[in-house]
């Protein structure tokens, strides 16, 4: 049981509100979530926790509760009906998802190109060394306990879905956000005078200095998916709350808008 969902169990038990402190204890008393090192539960783990996870808990002062009233509960996603392939061979959606997001089966980002298939489908990012990510954005994957970076969908073509997210040919969400959090911004006014005012793009050097620290970093893997990629990919999101997904992720973090915002703001400001 992870620590977000030890919490979960302990208020929806408890039906009070309760501190940091009195959380961490009962956690400590009934052992439902036990750390690697074998050392007691903190209570501040508890509150960086809960900042993590601002869709499941609500914090007054010093108190936390439930969102919501019933105890735990996840949103209501029904698992759609779909035709689901992997390299051609037809699987069930719950086992196509399973080998989607088993890390054994992810490849390093630097060697896909020539495998990536014309055909639509999901796709996962993970990176198996969290800390090279900076401090902040390093610390919430290392609560959330997982390595999942990114889940997104390829609505016509996988391969031309992952070289705009990866190779910044076009115009890639992902891309755009792992150059914000690694500190690059595209070239001021760039966006001035263009229809689109949100796809920025950093400048060529710096395309590449991402694309090599992508391909340095980050495991991919990815499945045919012909029907209901929307629904999905909000299975997968509900479930794992990966760290740079935005859109439909109850786990999104403030902090990629803000980077994002700061560099389209770049890119509409004229010298």
Not at 221 to 243: D, G, K, M, R, T
Request: with cysteine; proline share 5%; charged share 25%.
């Amino acid at each position: 049981m992870t620590l977000h969902a030890a919490i979960e169990q302990v208020l929806a038990q408890e039906k009070i509100k309760m501190t940091p402190v009195e959380i961490a204890e009962a956690l400590n008393k009934n052992s439902w979530y036990s750390k690697k090192d074998g050392s007691v539960i903190k209570s501040s783990q508890i509150g960086a926790r809960i900042k993590n996870y601002p869709h499941l808990f609500r914090k007054e002062g010093s108190l936390i509760s439930l969102k919501s009233n019933t105890g735990i509960k996840k949103p209501a996603i029904s698992k759609p009906k779909g035709k689901v392939g992997l390299s051609g061979a037809n699987l069930k959606p719950e086992l196509a998802l399973k080998v989607l997001m088993n890390e054994k089966n992810f490849k390093p980002a630097g060697e896909i190109d020539g495998d990536l298939p014309d055909i639509p489908g999901l796709y996962c990012l993970r990176i198996p060394r969290p800390e090279t990510l900076p401090g902040s954005f390093s610390s919430v994957l290392k609560s959330r306990e997982h390595n999942i970076i990114y889940i997104g969908i390829a609505s016509k073509s996988l391969r031309k879905r992952l070289n705009q997210e990866l190779r910044a040919k076009g115009h890639g969400t992902f891309f755009r956000s792992i150059g914000a959090v690694l500190g690059y911004v595209p070239e001021k006014g760039s966006l001035v005078g263009k229809r689109n005012q949100n796809n920025y793009r950093f400048a060529k050097e710096d395309e590449k200095k991402i694309i090599a620290w992508i391909n340095e970093n980050f495991l991919v893997n990815w499945i045919q998916l012909e029907e209901n990629l929307n629904s999905f990919e909000a299975v997968l999101l509900n479930e794992h709350l990966p760290l740079l997904n935005i859109a439909g992720n109850p786990g999104a973090l403030e902090e990629i808008t803000l980077l994002r915002n700061k560099c389209k703001q770049i890119a509409r400001t004229e010298d």
